[in-house]
């Protein structure tokens, strides 16, 4: 990611222990989203107007989607390789 959206990582590394994890039974559970309530929080410590509030849940979004994407392969080639 550019450096420019450096505060978008940061971010993303510190709300990690507000995400839920899903499921799991006999597999690996998954990544839930980040909540808002956990990204607004963090974004108000910040002293993030609206706009870039908006501008990080709309980023953060797109980065959990990638994540948990990831996280579904990998669990499919696990579920493969048994």
Request: net charge positive; hydrophobic share 45%; charged share 25%.
């Amino acid at each position: 990611m550019p450096d420019r959206f450096r505060w978008v990582t940061r971010a993303w590394r510190a709300l990690e222990g507000d995400r839920a994890w899903i499921g799991g039974g006999l597999g690996r559970p998954l990544p839930g989203v980040l909540p808002f309530v956990a990204v607004r929080a963090y974004a108000e410590h910040c002293g993030y107007g609206p706009e870039k509030l908006e501008l990080l849940r709309m980023l953060l979004r797109a980065m959990d989607a990638e994540y948990r994407a990831w996280h579904a392969r990998q669990a499919q080639l696990e579920g493969q390789n048994r």
